[in-house]
Every structure is written in C-alpha cells, then in structure tokens.
C-alpha cells in the first residue's frame, strides 16, 4: 500500500511563494505518474499539474502555466510543486496524487485515473 504524505501549505500573500512537496512510502515507482489537484470552496476539484516517467513529461493547467513547477526527487521518492506568482484565485486545499502506470495524456485531468491520494494541504493566498 502506498502512502503519500504532502507538505508546506500554509498562508501567503498575493504575489508570494510557496513550496508544496510529497513524498511516496510503501512502494518505490520505476515508472509512474504523479501530480496535484486542488479543491476550492465551493468549486469542483480539478488538475493542476502532473509528472510522468521514465522519459519526464510535465503537464499544467493552463491558469498555472508559467507560474507553477512541479519536479520529481527520485532518490526521494517525492514530487514537488514550487508555486509562484500566487494569486487568491490559487487558494485551495491541494491534493498529490500517484499512479504506477504512465498514466495517458487524455486521462491526466481525470481523478479516477489515479490509484493514491493523500490527505490535502491547505494554501491560502490572501493579504
């Protein structure tokens, strides 16, 4: 069974930073696919980024295009998503999800195509 663990939420103010990681226990992926997706108040949950190997692919949503960065620490086991440039609109509480599969392009922005959630951590973005 796979456990996946985030961390670095909290509050920041529009404009700032923050530094989302997860880290994977319980199984090692030699090939996979893992990534966020975050809810809002109200709203529907939705993608946001994903990681797929062998031969890295990176996928974003459009609204976090050019903003957002998500990598992978394979000694660690982890995925990281480094967030920029925030804006209130990025306030949510995010998800890491993994898959062992290289999960298809067509099926990134579909939750069931992931096998592992973890808890959620909150970002806030607000000054």
């Known amino acids: 069974q796979v456990q996946l663990a985030e961390s670095g939420g909290g509050l920041v103010q529009p404009g700032g930073s923050l530094r989302l990681s997860c880290a994977a226990s319980?199984?090692?992926?030699?090939?996979?696919?893992m990534g966020w997706f975050r809810q809002a108040p109200g709203k529907e949950r939705e993608f946001v980024a994903a990681?797929?190997?062998?031969?890295?692919?990176?996928h974003y949503t459009d609204a976090v295009k050019g903003r957002f960065t998500i990598s992978r620490d394979n000694a660690k086991n982890t995925v990281n998503l480094q967030m920029n440039s925030l804006e209130p609109e990025d306030t949510a509480v995010y998800y890491c999800?993994?898959?062992?599969?290289?999960?298809?392009?067509?099926?990134?922005?579909?939750?069931?195509?992931?096998?592992?959630w973890g808890q959620g951590t909150q970002v806030t973005v607000s000054s």
């Open positions: 990681l797929r190997w062998p031969g890295v692919s990176v």
């Open positions: 319980g199984r090692t992926f030699s090939s996979g696919t």
């Open positions: 999800v993994a898959d062992p599969t290289r999960v298809i392009l067509s099926s990134l922005r579909v939750g069931a195509s992931y096998d592992y």
